[in-house]
């Protein structure tokens, strides 16, 4: 008659082998969702600003236009710059 402990004892090389056998799993890269959500949020706000600067030019009667869209083009191109310096999404 066998006793546990001689199971465990006989069992414990097979189970060695096993997992030696099997390949390593490829690991995903941990990603911040915080980190994602306001990288999309700076994009989404560098669309929008392009936007309302464009509309708001085209529909107002507005005096200086070249102020309007050097701040406005400052403005999307610092969102958008820090936008896609948080994403993760690269080409692989």
Not at 28 to 45: C, G, H, W
Request: aromatic share 6%; net charge positive.
């Amino acid at each position: 008659m066998t006793t546990r402990r001689e199971k465990a004892k006989a069992q414990k090389p097979q189970l060695n082998k096993q997992l030696e056998a099997m390949e390593p799993t490829e690991q995903k890269p941990v990603v911040n969702q915080r980190k994602e959500k306001f990288a999309d949020f700076l994009i989404d706000v560098a669309k929008y600003v392009l936007t309302g600067v464009v509309i708001s030019s085209l529909f107002n009667d507005v005096t200086d236009k070249t102020t309007i869209y050097l701040i406005g083009l400052a403005a999307v191109i610092s969102t958008l710059c820090l936008g896609l310096s948080l994403t993760s999404k690269r080409k692989e």
